[in-house]
């Protein structure tokens, strides 16, 4: 990268901690004044900083709208669906993507099992919320007052022995989901059938879709599809460093074979 825009890009983080002054900019960057001033005056002239009253600097407004508007123009399934369909190639299972909508959880994607036996949930068909482990995901990540009001206006069909029973025990899921950062279905909306699930989180680390692996009962057990949490989790992580445009912390390791 060049020496200048590597200085100039500098700026950014430094300014997001509040505003500084001439001086401070050029300690921190390690530079002359002069240099620094030069490298501000071209971040103002695009709109990336703004210079105060008090001679100070801050960011500007037009580094916030390319933000805004690089987020709203994101689509959480174009970039999702290769990961999706790479983890489907290596298990099998069916895979789904989903969002919250206006009050419904609805899948947004789906990669279909390698197996005989398919699963009749279709893209742009709500899910059962009170049960299905994407709409945990995706619930449990709401303001603890929104997912209280959200859980005591929902109705809580029995679809099995397993469903949730009524508000209280849904909270109670849902704030388990909250700390553990995974959500299961075992059973609770089709005793024949398990989900496990993760959450893909934007660059403000909130949930902006979830992600599932769903299997029936004849072609891997419960306890079977839990071992591969792991697996799901890190593709959940993959799609989340990718929407958000983060780079991973550390490299996989090489060869690595007990999540992949």
Not at 73 to 100: F, K, M, Q, Y
Request: net charge negative; hydrophobic share 40%.
């Amino acid at each position: 990268m060049s020496q200048t825009v590597d200085r100039a890009l500098s700026i950014l983080p430094l300014l997001a901690q509040g505003p500084a002054d001439l001086g401070q900019v050029a300690d921190r960057l390690g530079v002359h004044k002069s240099t620094a001033l030069r490298l501000l005056r071209t971040l103002h002239e695009h709109g990336l900083v703004y210079r105060q009253e008090d001679q100070r600097y801050r960011l500007g407004a037009r580094l916030f709208a390319l933000a805004q508007e690089a987020v709203e123009n994101l689509d959480v399934r174009e970039i999702a669906h290769p990961h999706l369909v790479a983890l489907n190639e290596r298990i099998g299972h069916t895979v789904h993507l989903a969002v919250l909508e206006e009050g419904e959880v609805l899948y947004i994607d789906k990669v279909e099992s390698r197996y005989p036996v398919r699963m009749y949930s279709r893209i742009g068909k709500p899910v059962a919320i009170t049960v299905a482990a994407v709409a945990k995901l995706l619930l449990a990540d709401l303001p603890e007052a929104e997912r209280r009001a959200v859980a005591e206006k929902l109705d809580y069909p029995t679809y099995t022995s397993r469903s949730t029973p009524n508000a209280a025990a849904f909270l109670k899921e849902l704030a388990a989901v909250r700390e553990q950062g995974w959500a299961t279905d075992l059973g609770g909306h089709e005793e024949s059938i398990n989900c496990i699930g993760a959450p893909i989180r934007g660059a403000d680390g909130r949930v902006v879709a979830a992600m599932s692996v769903s299997a029936p009962n004849v072609v891997v057990t419960a306890e079977e599809l839990l071992t591969l949490l792991p697996q799901v989790r890190r593709t959940a992580e993959d799609i989340s460093r990718e929407y958000s445009g983060t780079a991973p912390d550390t490299p996989p390791a090489q060869g690595s074979s007990d999540d992949r």
